[in-house]
């Protein structure tokens, strides 16, 4: 059974940062390309970031987060990251991460139970 554990979620004020992990189970991590989405209250699903499988040698990122946020993974672990600095109100939502259904998208085939992040002053 396919299993995505979220954590490092919490409460920092606009500019601060945090960082999530989620760890993997059920499945070859390494074999599989990782995404983080997220979804604020009242809106859709957004796509944040991924990462290819293997070493992970290539990540995207949504025009949003770019060069603030940062996808890494530790196949060791079976551990995905997602390194968030310089956070913006507009970043407040739940964060998942997901596996599957296209590499830079909002779809998934497995996602976790989510991790809150809230930014406000």
């Known amino acids: 059974e396919v299993q995505l554990v979220e954590s490092g979620g919490g409460f920092v004020q606009p500019g601060g940062s945090l960082r999530l992990s989620c760890a993997a189970s059920g499945f070859t991590f390494s074999f599989d390309d990782m995404k983080w989405v997220r979804q604020a209250p009242g809106k859709g699903v957004e796509w944040v970031a991924s990462?290819?499988?293997?070493?992970?040698?290539?990540?995207d990122y949504a025009d949003s987060v770019k060069g603030r946020f940062t996808i890494s993974r530790d196949n060791a672990k079976n551990t995905l990251y997602l390194q968030m600095t310089s956070l913006k109100t507009e970043d407040t939502a739940m964060y998942y991460c997901?596996?599957?259904?296209?590499?830079?998208?909002?779809?998934?085939?497995?996602r976790g139970q989510g991790t809150q992040v809230t930014v406000s002053s």
């Open positions: 990462i290819t499988s293997g070493g992970g040698s290539r990540q």
């Open positions: 997901a596996r599957g259904d296209g590499y830079s998208t909002s779809r998934y085939y497995h």
